[in-house]
């Protein structure tokens, strides 16, 4: 009976600071598979925007249009690319033919290939043999080359020297390997060998830095000759958070790179930002001007985090899975001035870094004041800030693209089409 009562207690504890923190929500934008912003008392809004100036696909391969936002795993996809300069953006450079492998025609084949059923439910190719693809770098620096594998087992070689060896079995798995044009970009050989057999699919070529991110993995796949631009996600900035407030997101990297944004409200001087950097090794953030941490840390690709930035009249603190790990003094409030909107998963300002967060975010919510130690621990622990609201939904979250910092590991795999 004790043990009973204990539990009631606890469960009526829960519900009481429950509601205290639901009235604390400005605004949540699940991001489950829409745009849709939701209000503490259960209304609904538009004021999200979402850009994105090209093509994308999905992880089912389908192609989405510009301006239609992926959503993948229960978040939203966010991605670097830039359309004016394809060294700074994402771009396949390999052909139509290549990239997609719907057809033996015109391959350079040593030993036996035939067409079998694909990924974008087309083609792709069974090679008993060796695959030859002559290669001209379109520009100097490093490159990302991947490819689909299933049923067997591939060598990957640049000219005469061996890259790495990828094994799969029933299952479509993505595989990579880096390339460096140097400074003088040249002409290079790729060979793929697999002499008991292998299928292959879904080739790309990429540049391994889109704006000032340098990638050590690949994106999502594109067609032969695509170019993909950035992801933008925006939302107005209430003023009067300025005084006090918080934010608060779930984070999963579907990637490495040198540099990866998560929040920014303008560019090289935010007055507000959260970035990841050095491959995952540092979390630095900002709040009007001061460092609120600058860590080494490890964030796994693959794996979700709970990140919250919180700030009052005195200081900011930011959170990571509920933990305090920084904080920092803050500027009187006549200083501070608010931003006009926030740039989820990457800035804004076109003059700016531009950088992305390469990766899903989902639970976005801005917060009336700051949260404390123990609600931020509240608020990590939740499976959906939208628990707290009387419209609850839940759905299946699907599996997403990561890779480990090997190149070809992979620690989760799209949720792709088997044939």
């Not at 978040?75 to 450079?93: D, F, H, S, V």
């Not at 070529?205 to 340098?214: F, I, N, P, T």
């Not at 067609?223 to 300025?242: H, N, T, V």
């Amino acid at each position: 009976m004790k043990r009973f009562v204990a539990i009631a207690l606890a469960a009526t504890g829960f519900i009481a600071s429950g509601q205290e923190l639901k009235d604390k929500i400005t605004v949540l934008m699940p991001l489950e598979n829409s745009l849709e912003v939701l209000k503490n008392d259960g209304s609904a809004g538009s004021e999200a925007v979402f850009k994105r100036l090209s093509e994308a696909s999905q992880p089912d391969f389908k192609m989405v249009s510009a301006d239609a936002p992926r959503f993948v795993g229960g978040g939203i996809l966010i991605e670097n690319g830039n359309n004016r300069e394809p060294i700074r953006g994402t771009k396949n450079y390999l052909s139509s033919q290549l990239a997609s492998l719907d057809s033996v025609e015109g391959l350079s084949v040593e030993g036996k290939s035939e067409t079998v059923p694909g990924l974008e439910g087309k083609g792709a190719l069974r090679l008993t043999g060796k695959l030859k693809i002559e290669l001209k770098y379109p520009h100097a620096g490093g490159f990302i080359f991947s490819f689909y594998l299933k049923n067997g087992e591939v060598t990957v070689m640049e000219n005469d020297k061996v890259l790495k060896t990828f094994k799969s079995e029933a299952d479509w798995q993505r595989c990579h390997v880096l390339l460096n044009a140097g400074k003088e970009p040249g002409e290079t050989v790729i060979f793929l060998n697999s002499e008991k057999g292998a299928e292959l699919d879904a080739m790309m070529l990429e540049g391994d830095h889109a704006m000032y991110l340098k990638r050590s993995t690949p994106s999502s796949w594109l067609p032969g000759g695509a170019l993909r631009a950035a992801d933008s996600l925006s939302i107005p900035f209430p003023a009067e958070l300025a005084e006090a407030g918080a934010i608060s997101l779930r984070y999963t990297s579907t990637g490495l790179g040198t540099w990866n944004c998560l929040i920014n409200t303008h560019g090289w001087k935010p007055e507000l930002s959260i970035d990841v950097r050095s491959s995952g090794r540092n979390i630095t953030a900002k709040a009007w001007g001061k460092d609120i941490i600058n860590k080494k840390t490890s964030l796994e690709t693959g794996k979700e985090y709970s990140f919250i930035l919180s700030w009052n009249a005195e200081k900011a603190e930011l959170y990571l899975d509920g933990k305090l790990i920084g904080e920092t003094p803050l500027p009187p409030l006549a200083e501070r001035k608010a931003p006009k909107f926030i740039g989820i998963g990457g800035s804004l300002d076109i003059t700016s870094p531009n950088i992305r967060a390469e990766g899903i975010i989902r639970d976005f919510a801005l917060w009336k004041s700051g949260l404390s130690a123990e609600e931020a621990a509240k608020v990590a622990e939740l499976p959906k800030v939208r628990s707290l609201l009387a419209d609850s939904s839940l759905i299946n979250l699907v599996p997403v693209q990561a890779f480990g910092r090997e190149a070809g590991a992979v620690a989760l795999a799209w949720n792709v089409k088997k044939k």
